[in-house]
T-cell receptor, first 114, second 111 residues
Framework: KAGVTQTPRYLIKTRGQQVTLSCSPISGHRSVSWYQQTPGQGLQFLFEYFSETQRNKGNFPGRFSGRQFSNSRSEMNVSTLELGDSALYLC?????????????FGPGTRLTVT | GQNIDQPTEMTATEGAIVQINCTYQTSGFNGLFWYQQHAGEAPTFLSYNVLDGLEEKGRFSSFLSRSKGYSYLLLKELQMKDSASYLCAVRDSGGYQKVTFGIGTKLQVIP
């Protein structure tokens, strides 16, 4: 079974621009979560989608948004980029939501904002 | 909400045993995860505890005490490849059972 894939792997953007990141979960997985990882803050939860519905949302500004498609693929969008948005963005999928379902992480998208 | 505390760094010797602690304060609890993350790689699942006690998986064991809001990950017979960050994550018991991660403990194994 193929793992979680994320595209692109690396991205350089300028302040004020917007960016869209993509995540394809493991086949059959319906839950997709997004995290921002920085050295000082660790993994910060952005949002979780299950069957095209947003289940959970972290404490990020409205510039961060996401969606999930009927094939469970998910996209995350960040508008009006700021320097502080530079981070590794990780996507994780699981076969179910809640309980003991562990998450399988993709390799991440490294976003640099200049 | 959740508040999770772990030591930021630890050093241990190859062949030794190391215990990585995690404490949490939560308004609701529905399980605790440990993940391993090597530098430049994605986190990978190690263990899940929802009941009190010790779960053993080969060289790795994880312990949970719900009344104390405390967990630890025990690594035995340390190998150089165990040098990585170890992330503690708690799932809450609210309707949507969000997972919150600690900042992670960077473990360095030295010869």
């Amino acid at each position: 079974k193929a793992g979680v894939t994320q595209t692109p792997r690396y991205l350089i953007k300028t302040r004020g621009q917007q960016v869209t990141l993509s995540c394809s979960p493991i086949s059959g997985h319906r839950s997709v979560s997004w995290y921002q990882q920085t050295p000082g803050q660790g993994l910060q939860f952005l949002f979780e989608y299950f069957s095209e519905t947003q289940r959970n949302k972290g404490n990020f500004p409205g510039r961060f948004s996401g969606r999930q498609f009927s094939n469970s693929r998910s996209e995350m969008n960040v508008s009006t980029l700021e320097l502080g948005d530079s981070a590794l963005y990780l996507c994780a999928s699981s076969s179910g939501a809640g309980g003991s379902y562990e998450q399988y992480f993709g390799p991440g998208t490294r976003l640099t904002v200049t | 909400g959740q508040n999770i505390d772990q030591p930021t760094e630890m050093t241990a010797t190859e062949g030794a045993i190391v215990q990585i602690n995690c404490t949490y304060q939560t308004s609701g609890f529905n399980g605790l995860f440990w993940y391993q993350q090597h530098a430049g790689e994605a986190p990978t699942f190690l263990s899940y505890n929802v009941l009190d006690g010790l779960e053993e998986k080969g060289r790795f064991s994880s312990f949970l005490s719900r009344s104390k809001g405390y967990s630890y990950l025990l690594l035995k017979e340390l190998q150089m490849k165990d040098s990585a960050s170890y992330l503690c994550a708690v799932r809450d018991s609210g309707g949507y059972q969000k997972v919150t991660f600690g900042i992670g403990t960077k473990l360095q194994v030295i010869p």
